[in-house]
């Protein structure tokens, strides 16, 4: 077998942008593979967990402990990531190891101090109630180090495309923990927190492992003969001495701080709502486990398509122009190249975020009923899911134009953004606060809506800036045409009308009914997208094309 081949999914980066488009193009793919994977699993766990503990532990481990891991190994890794993934004009692969080994200590001090944290500053759950939660906030703060532990192999396999990887240890990590759970909450369910405690340090056990077994395997067998590889031995994966050079690259080193700062804002924003209900308390635990649900079920799409996106995009641009450079140092064609793939993945996110929103409004009470029956389609929750569909729209705008704005933004307009980022975290506290006690839990949907309002103004501000007195527009034609917004807005009232009529008290087959009338109005509104949007349609099938060649 060859090299190409052992490898098999790899696209090579460089001299070749059309070749890093298919890269990111499959990587995109790919992890909509595994988001849809995670999120399927994760339904079918809280549909069937909720039949065996209480609401109360489902608030405490969707919304704590999973806050509390998310936020270390976001705070652990995401600036180093970041990092390491931006094209600079030189790197040595040894100064990237050596700088993403700094994960593991990075983690450390982030699980202890937040551990502390979450252990003595927050209010617990009652323990005769609830017994484990010390417990289980350290098994949360393990598995994050137990990730860090492969974060320098998974920027080596981002670097070099390695993209069916990161969804192969992703998923058989998540397939493990979510069949563990399952077993211990059936067998053995007096444990309470526990046998999620003991879950969660599996999973990062098992996508660790996935890591070092598929590269000490891949070195030992076409390490010395894939001349793109940068590594022939497996002690390379590890911290070693650069001779001449520094232990890490100063460049990269002072990014990872700018992106540090950077990171914490957006964590911060983007877990914000749950920050706000973990600290101030404004909802208890019972009510925490219904709105992650609810919250899980808004955002699939978010996750599922405009995640993914986000990501590809970012390694596409940062990859394709050089950090830091201003737009008339850059080479031409991959400016045109830039700009082209912008303008479509922003028609794209916008049709998409609006496609989810109008049908979201009339399919709101059904997909609840369908998913956790009365228990979700009573009170807030359709109302709650119904304005998740406009956050996801929004998500996507931001989402798309930020990947851009990462990519090509030089440290000092980094570190100047990081200070607009306090603004907008102020902003969003205060707002959410304000909203949620007039709104309630929707109160911090709207919240999250008007600060990535702002960031979009903000990144639509800078990418303006960066193709001014140029050719380039690539703003110019993000609205949908006419006929695409006209057949939305008929659709919208079409289905509004089959709910009041149809659905949902008129048994099973006006559900199938109201459901077909939706079908339809899809059906017509992707018609009119395919005749009338000929160039993100013409975009598609190019990178469809260039998905299976490479």
């Known amino acids: 077998m060859s090299s190409v081949q052992g490898r098999g999914d790899k696209c090579l980066l460089v001299g070749d942008d059309k070749h890093l488009l298919a890269g990111a193009v499959k990587n995109a793919s790919y992890s909509m593979v595994l988001q849809l994977l995670s999120r399927m699993l994760t339904f079918a766990l809280n549909a069937f967990v909720l039949r065996y503990i209480s609401r109360d532990m489902l608030g405490v481990?969707?919304?704590?402990?999973?806050?509390?891991?998310?936020?270390?190994?976001?705070?652990?890794?995401?600036?180093?990531?970041?990092?390491?993934?931006?094209?600079?004009?030189?790197?040595?692969?040894?100064?990237?190891?050596?700088?993403?080994?700094?994960?593991?200590?990075?983690?450390?001090?982030?699980?202890?101090?937040?551990?502390?944290?979450?252990?003595?500053?927050?209010?617990?759950?009652?323990?005769?109630?609830m017994p484990g939660y010390s417990v289980g906030v350290a098994s949360f703060a393990l598995a994050t180090v137990l990730n860090c532990l492969?974060?320098?192999?998974?920027?080596?396999?981002?670097?070099?495309?390695?993209?069916?990887?990161?969804?192969?240890?992703?998923?058989?990590?998540?397939?493990?923990?979510?069949?563990?759970?399952?077993?211990?909450?059936?067998?053995?369910?007096?444990?309470?927190?526990?046998?999620?405690?003991?879950?969660?340090?599996?999973?990062?056990?098992?996508?660790s492992l996935v890591y070092y077994v598929y590269f000490i395997y891949y070195i030992v067998v076409y390490g010395k003969k894939d001349d793109t590889f940068p590594f022939t031995s497996v002690s390379q994966l590890f911290p070693t001495s650069t001779r001449d050079l520094p232990f890490i690259d100063p460049r990269q080193a002072w990014l990872t701080v700018s992106f540090f700062k950077q990171s914490f804002l957006k964590q911060l924003?983007?877990?914000?709502?749950?920050?706000?209900?973990?600290?101030?308390?404004?909802?208890?635990?019972?009510?925490?486990?219904?709105?992650?649900?609810?919250?899980?079920?808004?955002?699939?799409?978010?996750?599922?398509?405009?995640?993914?996106?986000?990501?590809?995009?970012?390694?596409?641009?940062?990859?394709?122009?050089?950090?830091?450079?201003?737009?008339?140092?850059?080479?031409q064609d991959s400016c045109a190249l830039a700009v082209d793939v912008l303008s479509c993945l922003l028609k794209l996110v916008v049709l998409t975020g609006a496609i989810i929103l109008v049908f979201g409004m009339a399919y709101s009470y059904l997909a609840l009923d369908l998913y956790g029956g009365g228990l979700l389609s009573t009170g807030t929750g359709p109302v709650l899911l119904r304005w998740y569909c406009l956050y996801v729209l929004v998500i996507a705008l931001n989402g798309t134009t930020e990947c851009f704005v990462f990519a090509t933004m030089s440290k000092q307009e980094v570190d100047r953004y990081n200070q607009k980022m306090v603004v907008f975290s102020l902003l969003f506290l205060l707002s959410s606060l304000l909203l949620t006690s007039?709104?309630?839990?929707?109160?911090?949907?709207?919240?999250?809506?008007?600060?990535?309002?702002?960031?979009?103004?903000?990144?639509?501000?800078?990418?303006?800036?960066?193709?001014?007195?140029?050719?380039?527009?690539?703003?110019?034609?993000?609205?949908?045409?006419?006929?695409?917004?006209?057949?939305?807005?008929?659709?919208?009232?079409?289905?509004?009308?089959?709910?009041?009529i149809l659905c949902c008290d008129q048994g099973l087959v006006g559900r199938v009914l109201h459901v077909g009338v939706g079908g339809i109005c899809l059906l017509a509104v992707l018609a009119l997208v395919y005749l009338k949007e000929t160039a993100l349609v013409t975009f598609i099938k190019q990178q469809y094309n260039n998905w299976h060649k490479h």
């Open 61 to 129: 481990v969707n919304i704590r402990l999973t806050l509390l891991y998310s936020t270390t190994l976001f705070l652990a890794t995401e600036a180093f990531d970041k990092a390491c993934l931006s094209r600079l004009d030189t790197h040595n692969w040894s100064q990237v190891i050596n700088l993403m080994w700094c994960t593991v200590p990075a983690s450390l001090v982030v699980t202890g101090v937040l551990g502390w944290v979450w252990v003595n500053l927050l209010e617990n759950p009652e323990p005769t109630l």
């Open 150 to 207: 492969s974060q320098p192999l998974f920027v080596l396999a981002q670097k070099h495309m390695f993209v069916k990887l990161k969804v192969f240890s992703q998923g058989i990590a998540e397939v493990c923990k979510s069949v563990l759970t399952v077993f211990l909450v059936i067998y053995f369910p007096s444990l309470g927190l526990y046998n999620f405690a003991l879950a969660q340090v599996v999973y990062g056990v098992v996508i």
């Open 269 to 331: 924003l983007t877990e914000g709502e749950k920050y706000v209900m973990t600290i101030f308390g404004v909802l208890t635990f019972a009510d925490q486990g219904i709105y992650d649900i609810v919250n899980n079920l808004g955002s699939l799409a978010a996750r599922l398509i405009f995640q993914p996106i986000e990501e590809s995009g970012y390694l596409f641009f940062s990859q394709l122009l050089t950090h830091g450079q201003p737009r008339d140092k850059q080479k």
């Open 438 to 500: 007039v709104c309630g839990s929707v109160g911090f949907i709207l919240a999250n809506c008007l600060n990535m309002a702002a960031r979009i103004a903000h990144s639509i501000y800078y990418i303006l800036q960066y193709f001014r007195g140029s050719k380039f527009k690539p703003l110019h034609d993000v609205i949908p045409h006419p006929a695409v917004i006209a057949s939305l807005l008929a659709a919208l009232i079409a289905t509004l009308a089959s709910e009041r």
